[in-house]
């Protein structure tokens, strides 16, 4: 399971002015860069892994930034460009009249040997979802599943490439790709009419996608799918759980709907009345999470996957992660623990809660805060992003996907989208927050922030040396945040249980 990385860094090289170019060249750790960043009037920067450093105590110039543009390809409505047959990708950042006042120069590199870990699957023809975070390597994962398809296996491919991500800049693509044909769309939101001229136009057998990040393009893929076309995707979101937590995405896993149930049929079930199902078959067969460049969790099966989330039915879970001394493959089928402690939680604690830090987008703050003022709540609300517990939006806001939206999803940080910024929508958004009630508290009422220090604290127990804690039962709405929590500290967590008792056991594997 050897790998070969290309990177290309001398055509990345020329593009910069001689000074930062010969600096760059003196670095021990030059082949392990990741990126060059330069803002005009500010110092010239470097990144490296663990570090980052100052290339030259001359400040950015105009000209300098002119040189540089001067030597790629020309920038999309995304503000990206690259620099021909590499897979280098340079990011703009332009004034308010549209002048480019700062550029990342990102190194791009093609890493052969990728796919073995996942290479069993791609051979079954099944359609194939690959999540994780920012830089954990998908779309270096995609590009060699494209090469290994078109190339080992014969198959027809096409690659639908929005940002010259997958098969780099200029006319004639990456050798990365091998044979596979590759299809570059004008502007990202023409992604989706895109895919579907692939199908009608090139008989393609499989088609290779990175980022499927709104409806249309969802939609797109399940026409894709319908048609018998293997699809190898990327999207937003890190776990199955977080597509399942996100109604645009949804349907690529299926969707999900709430269902009433008769009284008979809920008590058979032994369940409440409303319930949530899966509305279809999903648009891709297998799931697969990648925690790390060498470590994925696969769901070989994802509508059974959806299923047992929903029921709350324990599911195992297949670890496959690459041994850094051999370089074996070692595949783990991992069970839940049943060994289960309950953190313990102060009177005190319990009612000295302090509420959300929410972040409002397209929302009248002066109306939350005049609800919250009659309802006697006091929500922290807060102007940076990353430090929210809740981003609140609007259903037209939500629809159009603004940046800050894509970056609320691709930080995992949850979504509650009003209908209309009335009173009665803003009180049903505090009383989701507030006035959840359940068994265990003692004072009749459930506190959003109690039930997320709960869940930190469980992953301290867990760090500590625990196998799993399980927490007091909550809403269906507070366990997918606790989920979250779980996630963010790269722990397993799962809901189990029947409502109202139904709760969220959090463990290691």
């Not at 920012?134 to 994962?141: A, H, I, L, N, S």
């Not at 790390?292 to 959806?306: F, L, S, W």
Request: proline fraction near 4%.
């Amino acid at each position: 399971m050897q790998k070969v990385i290309t990177d290309d860094m001398e055509a990345l090289l020329d593009i910069f002015p001689p000074h930062i170019r010969q600096e760059l060249h003196q670095q021990e750790d030059f082949k392990e860069l990741l990126e060059v960043v330069l803002d005009l009037g500010r110092l010239p920067a470097a990144r490296f892994p663990g570090r980052e450093m100052i290339l030259n105590l001359a400040e950015v110039s105009e000209e300098d930034i002119e040189y540089i543009t001067s030597r790629i390809g020309s920038f999309g409505d995304d503000n990206r460009a690259g620099i021909e047959r590499t897979l280098h990708r340079i990011s703009a950042i332009r004034n308010r009249k549209g002048r480019i006042v700062g550029v990342t120069c990102r190194v791009g590199r093609a890493v052969f040997g990728t796919i073995k870990i996942i290479e069993d699957l791609v051979q079954t023809g099944k359609s194939i979802l690959l999540l994780g975070r920012p830089g954990v390597g998908k779309t270096t994962m995609l590009r060699e599943v494209a090469r290994v398809l078109a190339d080992d296996f014969g198959k027809r491919v096409i690659i639908v490439d929005t940002s010259n991500e997958i098969a780099g800049d200029g006319d004639i693509p990456h050798p990365a790709i091998g044979r596979a044909r590759r299809m570059q769309v004008t502007t990202p939101n023409m992604q989706h009419a895109v895919m579907i001229e692939a199908v009608e136009n090139h008989m393609p057998e499989v088609i290779v996608i990175d980022e499927i990040g709104t409806q249309l393009e969802a939609q797109a893929a399940r026409t894709i799918a319908e048609r018998g076309v293997q699809l190898v995707a990327t999207a937003h979101g890190n776990t199955l759980e977080n597509l399942m937590m996100n109604p645009t995405l949804a349907d690529l896993i299926g969707g999900i709907q709430s269902v009433t149930l008769g009284d008979e049929e809920a008590k058979r079930r032994g369940t409440q009345k409303s319930i949530l199902e899966r509305v279809s078959s999903p648009t891709f067969d297998i799931l697969v999470e990648i925690q790390e460049r060498d470590k994925v969790v696969i769901h070989p099966d994802v509508a059974t996957a959806v299923d047992s989330i929903l029921r709350g039915e324990p599911q195992e879970l297949e670890v496959r992660q690459v041994d850094e001394t051999s370089g074996e493959l070692i595949v783990k089928h991992v069970q839940p623990s049943t060994d289960v402690r309950k953190p313990s939680r102060s009177k005190s604690e319990s009612r000295n809660s302090i509420g959300a830090k929410l972040f409002l987008y397209g929302v009248n703050r002066g109306r939350i805060e005049q609800v919250a003022q009659e309802m006697q709540l006091t929500p922290e609300i807060i102007d940076d992003l990353s430090q929210a517990t809740l981003l609140v939006t609007s259903k037209k806001y939500y629809r159009q996907k603004p940046q800050k939206i894509r970056d609320a999803e691709s930080g995992n940080i949850p979504i509650y989208v009003l209908k209309g910024s009335t009173p009665l929508q803003i009180r049903q958004l505090f009383s989701s927050l507030y006035h959840i009630k359940h068994n265990g508290d003692e004072d009749g009422g459930g506190s959003f922030k109690n039930a997320l220090d709960e869940a930190k604290e469980a992953v301290e127990l867990i760090k500590r040396g625990e196998n799993a804690v399980e927490l007091s039962p909550q809403s269906a709405y507070i366990r997918r945040l606790q989920h979250l929590v779980a996630e963010r500290h790269g722990m397993f967590s799962q809901s189990t249980g029947k409502d109202p008792n139904r709760r969220v056991r959090i463990f290691r594997v």
